[in-house]
């Protein structure tokens, strides 16, 4: 069995992401943190990206399920010999007033039926897959040898048979401790089961923590729970996606590494946890805000490391490549773009420290400087070109998008500034919003009664969509559904699907369909009151996802197939934001 990249799931404790496939092979797993080197990478380079496999010798069929609302992966095996269960998982619970979260995966293998034979394959590798690291036995463990910081698979396993590559009967559970850094020195068995339990109670109260509408829960609470996992918990910071290099469609090098925190991804993160009633997550997240390094002119940029680190150098490897598209690509040149919407995007995200009464006081005072830089910022980027929300690298313009947030990030201002009594951040906010207000009508169309990408341009661009979903409109659905049928006319695809836009750009005429800008359309579809059609899209995009109920980035309208950086944080956040959306217009019918 060739299990397909995108047939997999994630498992997570928010300091390690591990990608399992429906064959048992971990295929992508970053050591010690989200943006490292990997250890299993098999998703880039079959030969070189090593091998973390349970399986019979035989032929065998395969099904993966979630245990049901955890991030626990349940993987069956079955085969003419018998069946047996994979469950993985990251351990994660409350320990010592502080989340316990060790570098450490789990993989307890149990009978179901039968007399199965497994073969434990277990094969790390490192510095880029050019590495293999040299298994060395100890009385109830593997050491692999060649790397600083010890990795380690300790088991109650038959050892000899791992390393030598054996298939065995399992009779009994079977449990595999795979470590970095520091391994587990306590019982195999009753730690793992104690973890299990531990780590399942944990997962199965925070669902319960959260607050959504009957619409969809099933999709909803599952993008919940991918979407914890991709917050490194240490410093905060909100990647965009845990893989690099998985092209948005095939040959067409748009391969690029998402392990990285970008501002603007992280507003839409933190919206969707927000809708859901979590807010530890934002308050993670102004932590790392408030620790990351500006330029010598304040500025920040559009993205940085999970650690704050600005200097992102895009490398290219010579990794196979997902399906063999090249470039694999660690790094992202990015870092470098000018991308102005992201300093709105903080001061909107900021916003429910001051409108929501369950944050004090004393968790507000701090930002008033912070507030106040940001809205200077916006001041001094206002007639700016940038490279917008779809990082263009060889075409700046002014873009609507980026005057949006600009606009929005203002009205965020203004209110924060009558919360806090302070006229001068009031009276700067109003300014700047009747300012950007000017810069979006320079992107009217009259003949088409429609926003256009910039300035200047009569591209039409799905970024657009947000004007309606943001309120820009107001309450005038008549300007709200001009728009959007300008939209539909140039950029909507069948069955729901969407494209950001259609224009030749650095590397041609984009060719497949970006998940987030059809919930985006969802969403535009219930605010102005094509609720029926807002409905049937969003159960027509819900079958775009996996076996597990998993998003890429990209789907390709002709085949239906999965593209892009898996799971795409950007998808699920599009997929609450869009069942949110709904929801409150089903239990309100006159919301708008």
Same mark, same amino acid.
């Given at each position: ?9 994630l498992i ?10 429906k064959?048992t ?5 970053c ?8 250890v299993?990478g ?15 010798e035989?032929?065998f ?5 979630y245990?049901?609302n ?8 079955k085969?003419?010999?018998?069946s ?6 990251a ?10 979260k ?5 993989r ?8 199965p034979k ?9 510095e880029?897959?050019?590495k ?12 692999y ?5 010890e ?7 038959p ?14 559970p079977v449990?595999?401790v ?12 009753s730690?793992?089961?104690r973890f299990l339990?531990?780590?399942?109670e ?7 923590? #959260?607050? *959504? ?6 999709? =909803? !609470?599952?993008s919940? &729970?991918i +979407?914890?996992?991709?917050q ?13 290099s998985?092209?948005?469609?095939p ?6 590494d998402?392990r990285?925190c ?10 969707s ?13 102004f932590?790392y805000?408030?620790n ?11 993205l ?15 990794l ?6 090249q ?8 870092? #470098?773009? *000018? ?6 995007? =903080? !001061?909107?995200?900021? &916003?429910? +420290? ?10 507000k005072?701090?930002?008033e ?8 910022k ?38 924060i ?5 302070n ?20 992107c ?9 990408q ?8 799905a970024?657009?969509?947000?004007l ?5 409109f107001?309450r005038? &659905? ?7 049928k300008?939209?539909?006319e140039?950029?909507?695809a069948?069955?729901?699907l969407?494209y ?7 590397f ?6 970006f ?10 579809l ?25 998003f890429?980035e990209?789907?390709?309208q ?6 892009g950086n ?8 599009g997929?609450?934001?869009a069942?949110?959306?709904?929801g409150?217009k ?7």
């Open positions: 069995m060739n299990s397909h990249i995108y047939d997999s799931g997570g404790n928010c300091s390690y992401i591990a990608h399992i496939q064959d092979n971990v295929s992508w797993l050591f010690p943190r989200f943006d490292s080197d990997f299993f098999s998703m880039l380079d079959k030969d070189r990206g090593g091998e973390f496999t349970i399986l019979p035989e032929d069929e395969s099904t993966q399920s245990l049901e955890t991030n626990i992966l349940e993987t069956t095996i085969s003419k010999k018998g047996y269960r994979v469950t993985d998982f351990p994660r619970f409350k320990n010592f007033d502080r989340y316990f060790p570098l450490m995966l789990i307890k293998l149990e009978p179901i039926e039968g007399a497994v073969k434990i394959t277990c094969q790390p590798v490192w880029r897959g050019t293999e690291l040299t298994p060395s036995m100890g009385s109830n463990h593997i050491r040898m060649g790397q600083e910081q990795i380690r698979l300790t088991t109650n396993a050892l000899s048979y791992i390393c030598e590559g054996k298939a065995f009967v399992l009779q009994r449990y595999l795979f470590t970095y850094g520091r391994p587990l020195e306590a019982p195999v068995e730690t793992s089961e339990q531990a780590t399942t944990y997962w199965q109260s925070w669902v319960k923590s #959260t607050s *959504i509408s009957t619409f969809h829960q099933r999709l =909803v !609470l599952r919940a &729970l +979407l914890k996992i991709h490194y918990e240490d410093t905060g910071a909100i990647i965009a996606a845990s893989t690099t998985l092209p948005e469609s040959g067409s090098t748009r391969n690029w998402y990285y970008w501002i603007r991804d992280s507003y839409y993160t933190l919206t946890f927000n809708s859901v009633g979590h807010f530890e997550e934002l308050e993670k997240y932590e805000i408030q990351l390094p500006t330029g010598s002119d304040g500025r920040y940029q559009p940085y490391s999970i650690t704050g680190d600005s200097l992102l150098t895009e490398e290219i490897s010579d196979q490549g997902y399906l063999g598209n470039p694999v690509r660690f790094g992202n040149q990015a870092y #470098t773009h *000018i991308q102005n919407d992201l300093y709105g995007q =903080v !001061l909107v995200s900021l &916003l429910p +420290l001051y409108s929501d009464q369950r944050f004090t006081a004393k968790e005072s701090y930002s400087p912070m507030i106040m830089n940001l809205l200077d916006i001041e001094k980027t206002m007639h700016e070109k940038d490279a917008g929300l779809w990082e263009f690298r060889n075409l700046a313009q002014e873009h609507c998008y980026t005057f949006l947030f600009h606009w929005a990030g203002a009205c965020a201002a203004a209110k500034g009558t919360r806090l009594k006229q001068r951040m009031y009276d700067k906010a109003i300014q700047l919003r009747d300012e950007a207000v000017k810069k979006i009508e320079a009217y169309l009259p003949d088409r009664k429609a926003y256009a910039a300035i200047g341009s009569r591209h039409m661009d970024s657009t969509l947000q309606i979903t943001m309120g820009y107001g005038d &659905l008549e300007r709200a559904n001009d728009h959007l300008a939209l539909e140039d950029l909507l069948k069955d729901y969407f950001r836009y259609k224009h030749m750009d650095d041609g005429v984009p060719e497949t369909t998940l987030i800008c059809a919930f985006w359309y969802i969403e535009a219930a605010c102005v009151n094509r609720l029926d059609e807002a409905i049937e899209g969003f159960e027509t995009l819900s079958k775009y996802c996996n076996h597990l109920n998993l890429s990209d789907v390709d002709a085949t239906g197939s999965q593209w898996f799971p795409q944080a950007y998808s699920h956040v997929l609450m934001n069942a949110f959306r709904i409150k089903l239990d309100r019918p006159n919301f708008l």
